[in-house]
């Protein structure tokens, strides 16, 4: 039996209300009673094992802030670069996806991920190679968002997006000399937007590919943002604009 470790509250939580399959979680002895309940509930109604153990058992098991609570699941299933954009369909709204190129960060996946699940992003596509995968720690980072935002998995980021333009696709790039302003994309459009590397931005050949660069202006000293950050504004720009207020 193949599974993968989670770890935290919203993680193992999100795992219990979701579709995939979880096999057991271990809660500390010195859980409150609140979230023990909770938990239990949840657990029972997927007919999920609950196991109790020492705070220093779950700690010599567990990497990273577990908050007592750890749970074992079904690895998770990547998902086809269609079966993204028949999402869109199916919610009959224009295909809205971001791109990670070369991601090493954990922490900035998970965050990535939190954020499209809050603003209505359709998948997110990575790579298999020097790439973050979809690990505990970034199941953490997002707070049990993985369990809710579809991610293709892909050998060649390029061919991807060469994928993506046939299907009437516009791939916008960020790229921090680029001149235009990221207030201009044209959410009207059905649109991907790429991430680049943390340090060293957008691969060349994935740069050549995107149909428009912008930049996010900034007039402090630092010259880039957090690429979870970064992201986080492209993502709410696009939500702001095919959300105005008074349609929510």
């Given at each position: 039996m193949s599974e993968e470790m989670i770890i935290g509250k919203n993680p193992v939580i999100e795992a219990l209300q979701s579709e995939r399959k979880v096999y057991k979680v271990i809660i500390s002895s010195q859980?409150?009673?609140?979230?023990e309940h909770e938990l239990t509930r949840m657990a029972k109604r997927k007919n999920v094992q609950i196991e109790k153990a020492s705070r220093s058992h779950l700690d010599s098991i567990a990497k990273g802030k577990h908050q007592g609570i750890i749970g074992f699941v079904k690895p998770y299933e990547f998902?086809?670069?269609p079966h993204i954009l028949n999402r869109a369909k199916q919610k009959n709204e224009l295909p809205f996806?971001?791109?990670?190129?070369?991601?090493?960060?954990?922490?900035n996946l998970g965050a990535i991920l939190r954020t499209a699940?809050?603003?209505?992003v359709h998948g997110v596509i990575i790579s298999k190679h020097r790439s973050v995968g979809l690990t505990s720690t970034v199941a953490k980072a997002s707070a049990g968002?993985?369990?809710?935002?579809?991610?293709?998995?892909?050998t060649n980021i390029t061919r991807a997006i060469m994928q993506l333009k046939k299907e009437h696709i516009w791939i916008i790039g960020t790229d921090g000399q680029?001149?235009?302003?990221?207030?201009?994309?044209?959410?009207?459009l059905p649109i991907a937007i790429v991430i680049g590397n943390e340090g060293k931005g957008m691969t060349r050949l994935v740069k050549e590919q995107c149909d428009w660069l912008i930049h996010l202006p900034m007039q402090g000293q630092i010259s880039s943002l957090n690429a979870s950050v970064a992201g986080a504004l492209l993502m709410y720009e696009v939500f702001r604009k095919r959300n105005p207020i008074g349609d929510n």
């Open positions: 859980l409150n009673e609140r979230t998902v086809s670069i996806m971001m791109i990670l190129d070369e991601l090493e960060d954990p922490h699940e809050a603003t209505g968002a993985i369990e809710h935002v579809p991610v293709a998995r892909v680029a001149p235009k302003d990221y207030r201009v994309i044209d959410a009207t």
